[in-house]
C-alpha cells in the first residue's frame, strides 16, 4: 500500500548536488531550478538538459537503472522474494548480475518472483520461470560500472570532505527523540535504537559501523556513508519521502531485515542481504545480492527518467 500511494505521488523528480545526496520522488517544485549547486527537474526533463544545467553535476545514471545489480558476484533470490517496479510502469524491475543468478529456492506463487529482465554474465538457474521478462546469459561484453557515487552523487572522498567541514565527533549512540546532524564526520560507531529520530541536515561520514534497530528513523535529503558495515533491523526505517544514499564500502555490506526502507543502497566491496520481510523502495547495488524470506525490492522507474 505504501509503494502504490508512493507511486501515484511520484512527479519523477531528481535532486543532486553537492550537498544532496538523495533522490526526492515527492512534491516536486514547478520546472528547473538550480539553486546552491543543486539541479532539480521535473520528469521529461532529458539527462541532456541537466547535464548542462548551471552548477550541475549530472553525468548520467549508469547504475540506477536496474531494481537490483551485483558488480561482481552473484545474484541468489529464494522463498518468496519479489522484485517489481512501480504500479506506473510495472514489469521493469530488472537485475543484473557480473556473475550469476541464482533461482533455484524462489517460488514465483502468489504473484512473487522477478518482474522484469534478468541479465547475467554468467548462467541463469530459474526453475520454476520466475523470471516474468527476458532473461539473458553469457551477457558479453559484461558492463563495467564507475562508481556510483561518481556519477551522481558524491565519491567516498567528497562524502569524507564534505562531513569534515561539520567536525569531528566519536562514537555516537542514539536512544531516543530527534537529533539533527550533518555534515558531521563521526570517527567511530554510529548506532540509533529505541525511537530515535537522525535528521540529515548535511552528508555524515561513519568510520566504523551503521546499526538502526527498535523503532529508529533516519530522515532528511542528505547521504550516510560508512566505511564499516550497515545493519537495519527490527522496526528501523530509512525515510520513505526520499531516496537517500545509503553507502558501506566494508567487505561486509548492508544487511536488511524487517521494516520498509528506502533508499538506493549501495555497498560495491560487500554483499548486500535482504532477510525476514524486508521491503525496499529503490535500488541495491552490491558486490553480491542475496534475498531470501518474503522480501520485495520495489524500482521506482521516475529513476531512469
Known amino acids: 500500500m505504501v509503494g502504490l500511494l508512493m507511486a501515484l ?20 517544485p514547478e ?17 541532456e538538459q541537466l547535464q548542462q544545467a548551471p552548477g550541475g553535476r549530472l553525468q548520467g545514471l549508469p547504475m540506477i537503472e536496474y531494481a537490483i545489480i551485483a558488480l561482481d558476484g552473484d545474484i541468489t533470490l529464494g522463498g518468496s522474494s519479489l522484485v517489481k517496479s512501480d504500479p506506473a510502469s510495472p514489469q521493469e524491475g530488472d537485475i543484473y548480475a557480473n556473475g550469476n543468478i541464482n533461482l ?31 532473461k539473458t546469459t553469457g551477457y558479453s561484453p559484461a558492463k563495467t560500472f564507475s562508481e556510483l557515487d561518481s556519477s ?33 564526520h563521526i570517527t567511530g560507531n ?31 535529503h542528505s547521504g550516510i556513508a560508512a566505511d564499516g558495515a550497515i545493519t537495519i533491523r527490527g522496526n528501523a526505517q530509512l525515510d520513505m519521502d526520499n531516496l537517500p544514499v545509503v553507502s558501506s564500502y566494508s567487505t ?25 520481510s524486508s521491503w525496499v523502495w529503490g535500488t541495491v547495488i552490491g558486490k553480491s545480492v542475496s ?11 521516475a529513476l531512469r527518467q
Not at 511520484?10 to 545526496?21: K, Q
Not at 517460488?107 to 522477478?114: F, H, I, Q, R, T
Not at 518482474?115 to 523470471?131: F, H, L, R, W, Y
Not at 561486509?252 to 542481504?273: E, H, K, Q
Open 31 to 47: 520546472g528547473v531550478r538550480v539553486q546552491g549547486g543543486n539541479v532539480i527537474t521535473q520528469q521529461r526533463q532529458s539527462l
Open 104 to 134: 533455484s529456492n524462489l517460488n514465483p506463487g502468489g504473484g512473487k518472483g522477478v518482474k522484469g529482465d534478468a541479465e547475467a554474465t554468467g548462467t541463469i538457474t530459474d526453475p520454476n520461470s520466475a523470471v516474468s521478462g527476458t
Open 152 to 184: 551522481v552523487y558524491m565519491t567516498r572522498g567528497m562524502v569524507l570532505a564534505q562531513a569534515n567541514r561539520g567536525g569531528t565527533q566519536g562514537n555516537t549512540n542514539l536512544t531516543g527523540g530527534t537529533t539533527s546532524l550533518g555534515p558531521k
Open 9 to 28: 505521488a511520484i512527479t519523477g523528480v531528481v535532486a543532486i548536488g553537492a550537498t544532496v545526496a538523495s533522490v526526492q520522488l515527492l512534491r516536486a
Open 190 to 220: 554510529l548506532r540509533l535504537s529505541g525511537n530515535a529520530v537522525l535528521d540529515l541536515t548535511g552528508p555524515i561520514f561513519v568510520d566504523g559501523t551503521i546499526t538502526m534497530e527498535g523503532n529508529s528513523l533516519i530522515t532528511g
Open 291 to 301: 534475498n531470501t524470506g518474503n522480501n520485495t525490492v520495489e524500482y521506482p522507474v
Open 252 to 276: 561486509s555490506g548492508i544487511t536488511v531485515t524487517g521494516d520498509p526502507t528506502s533508499g538506493i543502497l549501495y555497498a560495491p566491496n560487500g554483499p548486500i542481504t535482504l532477510t525476514g
